[in-house]
């Protein structure tokens, strides 16, 4: 038995295990990075300070953070003695779509310092407080505002006063996730704030 | 000088009994790493962080403390708060015991709740009795007491970095399992894979389980009145 004429004969079904050898790995390596684009790190599309980032059908722009002055603050309300209320105000052109005009509601905002930390916008407690000042809850259209037109969301935030507003940066992700052929799996917006990091 | 004799291949017979005994070892060999993988559970069982009372134990996204110099309550009927401020508060009668457990949590990366339960030593769990919907501060003005009434129960409580929370959580517990009860705690409603599971031995002994049902109250409240605030 020549060691050409085994070749010959073994060739194909070696070739064989190979090939599925190579897709037993690769198959499950495709489906991890699937997993893992939704979590990636540049799923963020990072937008200058005051410039306008595109995301879901819509542009935004932060216009500003403002920290409010706790003597304008209600008496009554029942907050942590080292709590801060910001306020962001988020400018939304929506694109004249029905896709820019229905994602732009279920916006879900984050402030993130850089210890990775992060406080969402109109917590529970400030809830009350917010309705009463004429806060939004979400970034959906104020009833007075025509559609097709841009407008202003102004979101609360209640953060512990150790951390400067200077360190924060604002995400901006819709909840539930848009479609993927919106935009791809897990990205998000990551504005600075003007005259942040 | 004699030619050399030419070297016949192996007989048939061992060239099939050496494959046989390769697939039968390579059988085996699947075999024995099928029986030995780790499980399922395992594999996504939770990483247990292990703490005592008085130390403050730190986790993934969260920590939690049950502070040493609180005591540990009991009581036979649970008083929540009812649904006005004028109506009497709800009670809760239990054939065990309500455990009144003072705890301290904080969240570290994002706003999150946190899910605690007790275990027993037969494994057997007990969720923490949800906190009312009544907002901190509301108007208490029922039986002669008159002020503004804060909830301590912390169950299902929203948290938010930089916050931490004091209060306690309350368990209804059969009253003959209340040693060796270990306090347990994890991020969010549902613990995903390999999540942190805080676990703290609540150091009751028969003797400390003996104190805890000698002093239960009749009526354990998780609501103080803070009165001349109105």
Redesign the interface.
Known sequence: MSVAGWWRRQGPWLLGAAVLAAGAVAGPYFDRQREFRIHRADAARAVPAGAWGRYAGAEWRLHSVTVQDQTLLPRDLQLPDNARVLLAELEIRPDPTTTGESNVARCALRLRDGRGRSWRSAPEALVAYGRRAGFALDCERPRERPVGQPYMARLPFLLPDDVPPAALRLELQLFPLPPEDVEPPGTYLDMALPGGR | MTEAAPRL?PPRWRRFAFSMMAVLLGASAVFWLRRHEPSYVERFAPIIVRGATGQHVPARGFSVAIPADAPLEAGRTLLTPGITGNAPPERQPSTGLWLSVPVRIEV????DRVTAFLRDRDGREYTATAKSSA???RPFDHGGEAGRMFESNLAGL?L????PASGRLYFEVPADQLEGLHARFHLGPVMTPNDNLVDIDLGIDRGRANALRGAATPELRTFVVRGGVL
Request: charged share 25%; no cysteine; aromatic share 8%.
């Open positions: 291949p570290t990366r994002d706003p907002e901190p501060g929203s938010a970095p930089g916050f």
